[in-house]
């Protein structure tokens, strides 16, 4: 997703793509008293609003349908099996919900004095209120280029105000594309779409938006809260890599199994296996058979995927040469 992302992006000026955002915030608690988080697979920061794009790393079938209730109810098959699991979309709108809320306390320092044309000022009279509670934040939910997506009973992604789309990965851009082009539209008075394009920001407010969420991110921690040390360590030690289990050696090759074996490490000085953790850092849940937490590739990469709490953390990358 990230490179499709990239060349698509890359050189637009209007368009900031972050990758792999996690953000806290300290005054949207969780029910533990911790910092509220969302963590944000892509997220694309433009003049008209934003995307969040939620990648899934489905490579069979997924299945949507409506749950009788307005929401939307999400299936999967793995190993030949169906399983229920969080709907993507409702969680895409949580992370907007606590990211829209953030920008909002930050206001007056990343928008300043908006200029009001005729649009906003009718938006204003009509009880709505400028600033990020109504900057559009849209959704993508994105699988696997080789997953299928089937829609039961004519399932169609939510479009009010702003259209959702659920796609294969290689379409997110295009999606995009599209929806840039409804606001540009939109911008224009008498525009057909008044939702579309009806508040936007300068080059500069873009710029500053995308540069405080970057300044923000916080990577996860195997501990996210630890207990303070009385006398800590000038500098943290840097974790050791991977290392042969039978002899030490980090001389590596990663292979995946087959079955219920999962992903493994393969040395190359006493060739004896060394099987990839399966243990979430997140959440602690420990994975077995291929089943909570499981261990896929991409590409060169390899990433373990928690069922448990949603996280996804690359664990070794391949390289050349």
Not at 188 to 214: N, S
């Amino acid at each position: 997703m990230s490179h499709y992302l990239h060349r698509a992006f890359a050189t637009s000026p209007d368009v900031y793509v972050l990758n792999g955002l996690r953000l806290e915030d300290p005054e949207q608690p969780e029910h533990t008293g911790a910092p509220g988080v969302c963590q944000i697979d892509h997220l694309l920061v433009h003049r008209f609003g934003m995307f969040i794009i939620e990648s899934k790393s489905i490579s069979e079938r997924v299945k949507v349908r409506d749950d009788g209730a307005g929401g939307d109810e999400w299936t999967r098959t793995y190993n030949g099996r169906e399983k229920g699991f969080a709907s993507p979309i409702q969680q895409a709108r949580r992370q907007g919900a606590l990211m829209r809320a953030l920008l909002e306390r930050h206001r007056k320092e990343l928008l300043g004095h908006r200029k009001r044309d005729l649009r906003t000022v009718t938006r204003m009279l009509s009880g709505n209120i400028l600033g990020f509670r109504c900057f559009p934040i849209q959704i993508v939910v994105a699988i696997s280029n080789n997953g299928i997506i089937e829609r039961i009973n004519g399932w169609t992604e939510p479009n009010s105000p702003f259209r959702t789309a659920v796609c294969k990965a290689d379409l997110v851009a295009d999606r995009v594309r599209a929806e840039l082009k409804r606001h540009h539209a939109g911008s224009r008075l008498l525009a057909p779409e008044p939702d579309y394009g009806l508040l936007h920001l300068t080059k500069e407010q873009t710029a500053a938006v995308a540069e405080f969420l970057a300044e923000r991110h916080k990577p996860l921690h195997a501990e996210a809260h630890p207990e303070p040390a009385p006398d800590p360590e000038p500098l943290a030690p840097t974790p050791a890599p991977p290392a042969c289990r039978h002899c030490g050696s980090t001389s590596l090759v990663a292979h995946v199994g087959i079955a219920d074996r999962g992903a493994y490490w393969n040395c190359a000085n006493c060739k004896e296996n060394t099987r990839m953790p399966t243990i979430c850092t997140a959440c602690g849940a420990e994975g077995r058979r291929e089943k909570t937490v499981r261990i896929h590739k991409r590409g060169p990469e390899f990433f373990r995927h928690c069922d448990a709490c949603g996280i996804e953390e690359r664990v070794w990358l391949e390289r050349s040469g």
